[in-house]
């Protein structure tokens, strides 16, 4: 049993081709185009609603683009403002205009950081749409009109006349008002009569410093801007000062600070980001594609005969070209004893445990046949690995004689 080992003339690669390499890896970038396809398509349609409702920088029919390039155009100064910082500065400053268009999407402690700030004179603090939190945080004198059963009341935005001394209320004249219902608290100028509240309130406190609670921006949308007195209720409204800052706060980081709304309890959805939503789809859309494109079927399995016949000698050969190529010797080695000891131990008689013979028993009985010293036996059986192919050629060599020895003393 002569362990043959190839020579540098004989040495195969076995490096895959470039077309080996790509018809295996063609499905696999196919897959890899499709994902990112279908996230782009994603993320183009996710991205459609860049703004939200009343933002003043949005073109959409529910921003507020058209009334603010009004008031610019007036000489107007507009600027938008994200952080509680930037938002307490624009409160502080006298002659200023701020509009909270969302004051229930935000916090109770940010609520609280606003009533706090000193406002400055001649200032005009605006609120869209608040509810019964938001109201006893910045306006305590105003209350959410509501039915007997707790509920509150709305109406529908619909033309409907002034029916108060507000100066720009009055000049408006007819104005689609409608949305939440509020009652005035003492001193305060109601607006546009619904149903026996009002869906417009100005309270006007020291310092000549004042609140407008309106129970909807829909007025202020560019699609209605110029239904009815809307456009000039609008303009009065925000344009009265020389300044007019708009809060557009990150709602999202105020929920994944840990902030409850001020409007009730939080549910599932506020401790989810936003884009969590739109990444969920995309992995489902990629498991879908990768269970179609493992689950495809490739037909029954088809049975043929070999076209040649490999002779054992050539799978020999290659064994050997492949633990040369690794420089495994010790691994050849190791094989090499293994199956020598599975034929030896048979010939003497000596019986395997848990699969192997008794090293001391094998030894003695090859030692007893052949007539070697039972030291060189188990050295030649159980011994180190060879250190170069010279030295694995060797064994090798010794290792065949020895069972030539044994089977015929």
Known sequence: MTLTTAGPESTTSVSPTHRQL???????????????????????????????????????????????ALLEKQGLTTRTVATQDDLAAALAEPGTTVV?????????????????????????????????????????????????????????????????????????????????????????????????????????????????????????????????????????????????????????????????PAGGQRTLDDYIPRGWTWAGLQLAVAALLAAVWRGRRLGPVVTENLPVVVRATETTEGRA????????????????????????????????TAGEPDPAALCAAVADRSGRPAAEVHALLYGTPPTDDAALVRFTDDLDALERQVRQP
């Open 22 to 68: 790509w018809l295996r890896s063609r499905w696999f970038l196919l897959c890899a185009v499709l994902l990112l396809l279908v996230g782009l398509l994603i993320a183009g349609l996710g991205g459609s609603g860049q703004y939200p409702p009343l933002d003043p920088r949005s073109p959409d029919r529910d921003g507020a683009r058209a009334v603010v």
């Open 100 to 260: 909270l268009p969302e004051p229930d999407l935000l916090t109770t402690p940010q609520l609280a950081r606003i009533a706090e700030v000193r406002r400055g004179s001649d200032s005009r603090l605006v609120l869209i749409s608040p509810e019964a939190p938001a109201l006893a945080a910045l306006a305590p004198g105003i209350a959410l009109a509501t039915t007997p059963g707790g509920i509150p009341r709305s109406a529908g935005s619909t033309g409907v006349p002034a029916d108060c001394p507000l100066p720009e209320a009055d000049l408006a004249g007819h104005a689609e008002l409608g949305g939440l219902l509020y009652q005035p608290g003492a001193g305060d100028t109601a607006c546009y009569p619904r149903f026996g509240a009002y869906p417009l309130i100005r309270h006007t406190g020291p310092g000549s410093r004042e609140l407008v609670v309106l129970g909807s921006g829909r007025l202020l949308s560019n699609d209605r801007l110029d239904k009815d007195g809307n456009a000039s209720l609008g303009m009065g409204l925000l344009g009265s000062r020389q300044r007019l800052v708009w809060y557009l706060p990150d709602y999202a980081a105020a929920a994944a600070a840990g902030d409850a």
């Open 321 to 352: 070209r492949l633990y040369q190529r690794a420089k495994a010797r010790g691994r050849a080695a190791d094989a090499l004893r293994q199956a020598a000891r599975h034929r030896l131990a048979p010939a003497l008689g000596v019986p395997p």
